[in-house]
């Protein structure tokens, strides 16, 4: 058994902290802490809905978590957008310090709850699990700054966005869901989409688009 709240006092203190004397780091430190806060809230909403609805584990990371979650990480997002107007890179530097606070936290508590021994165990979480916290973030990150651009922030547009973290995410739990072929192609799965989404976003910043 371990103590996520704990873990959580461990790992907010230092940040806060730091965003006295961050700089121009604070935007990203602030959304790091706030990953790590909605992954503790993530855990406690699926495991309530899982209790109440009588679902397995595994039913449980397949068809709730990633809808719970990318809720959970959108919410915040939504709340930058609207009250402060960040540019495109901000919102983008917002996203992935959400989506890395997230990943952190998580990897720590199943650290925890796992152990360490297994080195292939922790480059599974940390390469796999880890970046695809990020990536869902990324997807929602294009999205918004897509639906911006077209003058499109209304409701269908903002579920849209939110429809390529949630099936990006869904898809990962699947196929590492279950040994053997799928698992394999679930962990390679993140770090294949970084690469492919690494190429149009320095594009963007190097023409400019990405203000």
């Known amino acids: ?46 495991g309530f809905l899982q209790i109440v609805s009588g679902m397995s584990v595994a039913d449980t990371a397949v068809f709730l978590s990633p809808v719970i979650e990318e809720i959970m990480k959108f919410l915040p997002l939504l709340f930058v957008l609207f009250i402060f107007t960040p540019e495109d890179s901000e919102l983008f530097t917002s996203a992935i310090g959400i989506g890395a606070g997230f990943a952190t936290f998580e990897n720590c508590c199943y650290l925890l ?8 165990y922790m480059l599974i979480r940390g390469l796999a699990v880890g970046v695809m916290h990020i990536i869902s973030m990324l997807t929602l990150a294009f999205g918004l700054v897509i639906v911006r651009r077209a003058r499109l ?20 739990n ?23 989404l690494y190429l149009p976003y320095r594009s963007m910043r190097q023409a400019g688009i990405l203000s």
Do not use: D, K, Q
Request: hydrophobic share 55%; proline share 4%; charged share 5%.
């Open 174 to 196: 699947l196929l590492v869901s279950a040994p053997g072929a799928s698992s394999v192609i679930g962990y390679i799965l993140p770090l294949a989409t970084a690469a492919l």
């Open 113 to 120: 709850s796992s152990g360490a021994e297994s080195l292939r």
């Open 1 to 46: 058994m371990i103590y996520a709240e704990n873990i959580f006092i461990c790992i907010a203190v230092p940040l806060l902290i730091s965003l006295f004397f961050a700089g121009g780091a604070r935007r990203f430190i602030a959304s790091f802490l706030t990953g790590t806060a909605v992954c503790l809230l993530s855990a406690y909403i699926s």
């Open 153 to 172: 922030l209304s409701l269908p547009g903002f579920a849209g966005a939110f429809s390529l973290s949630v099936i990006f995410h869904g898809l990962y």
